[in-house]
Every structure is written in structure tokens, then in C-alpha cells.
């Protein structure tokens, strides 16, 4: 599946408060998606010593899926194809690769 594909389909199963007019609703579907894959990591850390097992790992991949999900939705609420916020963001790493400034902070490095 690409991008594209994903993005139409996850937008046909958007259903939340004036949808095509609201970024906020599913930024914070997005912040509490991310929550929960912190939870299980931190979980994972301290009940399994970091150690990632097959359950582990599909329930991992159950929450990443929630967030591409939001982040899909705030893309088309944005009027944006996830296929341009990727290749903008392989351009920005590539960019900072080639300078040498992939380590540090900052938006502008």
C-alpha cells in the first residue's frame, strides 16, 4: 500500500467533529497515541528488561498504526499528501546528512 492509498482509505474512516475543518481533534488523538507507545515501551523496560517479544511487538505495531492514522488525518485536514510530508522530510535529513548536522537540536541545523 502506499501512502496515497493509506491516506484515502484512513480519511473515508474519519468520522469526528467537523472533519475537513478541525486539525486540533486529531493532534490530540496523536499526543495520546504517542502516550501509549511511551506506556509500553516504559513497560517493556521495566518488566522485560527492554526485551521485545512477538506480542509486544504487534501491540507496538497496533499503536503506530493508531498514530498514522491521526498523523494521515491532520495531513488531509492540512490539505497535504503523506507521499510530500515524506519526501519533504527524507530532503530535510538527507540535507542535514550531507552538512554533518543529523546530531544536535534545532529546526534550522
Same mark, same amino acid.
Given at each position: 500500500?502506499?501512502?496515497?492509498?493509506?491516506?484515502?482509505?484512513?480519511?473515508?474512516?474519519?468520522?469526528?467533529?467537523?472533519?475537513?475543518?478541525?486539525?486540533?481533534?486529531?493532534?490530540?488523538? =496523536?499526543?495520546? #497515541?504517542? &502516550?501509549?507507545?511511551?506506556?509500553?515501551?516504559?513497560? !517493556?523496560?521495566?518488566?522485560?528488561?527492554?526485551?521485545? +517479544?512477538?506480542?509486544?511487538?504487534?501491540? =507496538?505495531?497496533? #499503536?503506530? &498504526?493508531?498514530?498514522?492514522?491521526?498523523?494521515?488525518? !491532520?495531513?488531509?485536514?492540512?490539505?497535504?499528501?503523506? +507521499?510530500?510530508?515524506?519526501?519533504?522530510?527524507?530532503?530535510?535529513?538527507?540535507?542535514?546528512?550531507?552538512?554533518?548536522?543529523?546530531?544536535?537540536?534545532?529546526?534550522?541545523?
Amino acid at each position: 500500500m502506499t501512502f496515497e492509498e493509506y491516506q484515502y482509505k484512513a480519511r473515508q474512516t474519519a468520522i469526528y467533529p467537523n472533519v475537513g475543518n478541525n486539525y486540533i481533534y486529531p493532534s490530540f488523538g =496523536l499526543f495520546s #497515541e504517542a &502516550g501509549e507507545v511511551a506506556g509500553k515501551f516504559k513497560k !517493556i523496560m521495566r518488566d522485560k528488561n527492554g526485551v521485545i +517479544d512477538s506480542e509486544d511487538k504487534l501491540k =507496538l505495531c497496533y #499503536e503506530l &498504526g493508531d498514530i498514522l492514522w491521526y498523523i494521515s488525518n !491532520i495531513a488531509s485536514e492540512l490539505d497535504t499528501d503523506l +507521499d510530500d510530508i515524506a519526501e519533504i522530510n527524507i530532503a530535510k535529513l538527507f540535507s542535514r546528512k550531507d552538512r554533518g548536522k543529523l546530531q544536535g537540536s534545532g529546526d534550522d541545523r
